[in-house]
């Protein structure tokens, strides 16, 4: 895992789009792509980049279930507006949250995530440590499946909608092996709410209990953080 703490925000940004312009010059084409409040500025660099992304295709972490696709804060909504208005993809997939049998809809997307390799996954941590909407508790074995969400994370999520009760209770999201099969791991934790997940992570505990600390496991994962933490 490599570290880099870059306390200025724009820059940190700036280095995201970087490594992502790098991937995409060394023949990159499958990206993971996250939500969340932290990629807002990313997405925002990217659609102001010269990056093209019209030979690529994109698949989401997650997605709510319990809200219509086009409610403003269903992801795909999220990253219509976000992102692909502005920079299509060849090809987006998100997970359904409308569909009619949900478990059915979480096996055809793992499905369909086998049948391609992600060489980059942008993934965001929770304040409880989460990756996608994978809980504490998750069995790093997971693939893709259907999540009862966690009180924390309907709290943490709130601020995007207009009260609590409007926060979605389930959602689809890719498991955590599911995201641990993509080539190469972004992540970004900005700010101090997600102190408790890097710190673990930087611990070097690998725990259920620490859904982010799966990651690891994982050969080629970098970590973009604004936090002034203490690297050992
Ligand atoms: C959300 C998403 C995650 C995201 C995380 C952090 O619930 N499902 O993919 O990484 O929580 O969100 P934020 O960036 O708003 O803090």
Same mark, same amino acid.
């Given at each position: 895992? %490599?570290?880099?703490i870059?306390?200025?925000?724009?820059?940190?940004?700036?280095?995201?789009?970087?490594?992502?312009?790098?991937? /995409?010059?060394?023949? +990159?084409?499958?990206?993971?792509?996250?939500?969340?409040?932290?990629?807002? &500025?990313?997405?925002?660099?990217? @659609?102001?980049?010269?990056?093209?992304?019209?030979?690529? !295709?994109?698949?989401?972490?997650?997605?709510?279930?319990?809200?219509? %696709?086009?409610? &403003?804060?269903?992801?795909?909504?999220?990253?219509?507006?976000?992102?692909?208005?502005?920079?299509?993809?060849?090809?987006?997939?998100? &997970?359904?949250?409308? +569909? !009619?049998?949900?478990?059915?809809?979480?096996?055809?997307?793992?499905?369909?995530?086998?049948?391609?390799?992600?060489?980059?996954?942008?993934?965001?941590?929770?304040?409880?440590?989460?990756?996608?909407?994978?809980?504490?508790?998750? &069995?790093?074995?997971?693939e893709?499946?259907?999540?009862?969400?966690?009180e924390?994370?309907?709290?943490?999520?709130?601020?995007?909608?207009?009260?609590?009760?409007?926060?979605?209770?389930?959602?689809?999201?890719?498991?955590?092996?599911?995201?641990? @099969?993509? %080539?190469?791991?972004?992540l970004? +934790?900005?700010?101090?709410? %997600? @102190?408790? +997940?890097?710190?673990?992570?930087?611990?070097?505990?690998?725990?259920?209990?620490?859904?982010?600390?799966? /990651?690891? !496991?994982?050969?080629?994962v970098?970590?973009?953080?604004?936090?002034?933490?203490?690297?050992?």
């Open positions: 895992m %490599k570290l880099e870059i306390q200025n925000q724009e820059q940190l940004y700036k280095r995201a789009v970087d490594i992502i312009s790098n991937h /995409l010059k060394n023949g +990159a084409d499958t990206f993971g792509l996250a939500t969340g409040g932290t990629m807002l &500025p990313l997405y925002e660099n990217l @659609r102001n980049s010269t990056l093209d992304f019209s030979h690529c !295709q994109s698949v989401n972490l997650d997605e709510y279930v319990g809200i219509p %696709k086009d409610h &403003p804060e269903s992801y795909h909504s999220y990253m219509k507006r976000q992102l692909f208005d502005a920079k299509p993809f060849k090809a987006a997939n998100i &997970p359904n949250g409308e +569909a !009619q049998d949900i478990q059915k809809e979480a096996n055809a997307y793992e499905e369909l995530l086998k049948s391609l390799t992600v060489d980059l996954q942008i993934v965001g941590v929770g304040e409880n440590g989460h990756i996608g909407f994978n809980e504490p508790g998750t &069995p790093f074995g997971s893709s499946h259907v999540v009862e969400l966690a924390s994370t309907r709290e943490a999520n709130a601020r995007f909608f207009n009260s609590i009760e409007e926060v979605p209770k389930k959602a689809i999201t890719m498991g955590i092996s599911t995201i641990l @099969r993509a %080539k190469s791991i972004l970004i +934790a900005i700010g101090e709410k %997600k @102190r408790f +997940a890097l710190e673990a992570l930087l611990n070097g505990e690998i725990t259920e209990e620490i859904p982010v600390t799966s /990651l690891l !496991q994982h050969q080629n970098i970590v973009l953080t604004d936090l002034n933490i203490d690297d050992r």
